[in-house]
């Protein structure tokens, strides 16, 4: 299937530094992108790929599960490696657990972390039902687009295949045991009107995490998608100030441009 207009994978070559960026479920790229984007421009190396299933249509999502997320960006990670001295890795929603998974595996490979709304849990009844539901229901509706800011859009899809949701919740699972392990940096900043998901996520990730160099901070205009909304030039200039003050040689004139 061809993938849906603005929403492909970005990649830029700059400097000796690095950043992965990992978009959320049912989301893409373009949630990240002016993220991506502000990055490059910066003169930073930026990974952005598109997750197997994403992008195109749901059905495509329904037949791939947390295995294949997961090895996506566990291969640009390497990439990265292989072409930068220093690798930070941010992710969104679903993507802050991928990326809290790569920083739990790959250890000092990866340099910091910054999460946005981070998800840690398939809340709620439908949670438990879900192993049985799959068999018997396809989808349910959809998670995209929880935006504060007027004519800002997401590119997601509007149905949640549940065979893809349980896979979720399973990786879900498998991340919180992993969180002790997780010693980098990190910046994690929510959003308190997250109708997608609850402070619960970042509350419990902050408690079980063994990062001693850690900073949160609140999105108060923002809702799930806040890459997009109107907390997003904060977040973009945090995650630059962030890099910089792990990767001194980042924002001085001429040190991260070609290479």
Known sequence: MPVLPGAEPFRHEGGEVGVLLCHGFTGSPQSMRPWADYLAERGLTVSLPLLPGHGTRWQDLAVTGWQDWYAEVDRELRALRDRCAQVFVFGLSMGGALALRLAAKHGETVSGLVL???????HGLSAYALPVARHLVRTTKGLANDIALEN?????????????????????????????QV??????????????????DSARILSRVSSTDVEEILLEQSYHVATLDHDAKRIFGESYRFIGRLAPSVGKKGSTSGG
């Open 116 to 122: 946005v709304n981070p998800a840690n849990k398939v």
């Open 152 to 180: 800002s859009d997401e590119i997601g899809y509007d149905r949640v295949p549940l065979h893809a949701a349980h896979s979720l919740r399973t990786f879900f699972r498998l991340v919180d045991g992993e969180l002790p």
């Open 183 to 200: 010693t980098q940096p990190l910046v994690l900043l929510h959003s308190p009107r997250d109708h997608v998901v609850p402070p619960a």
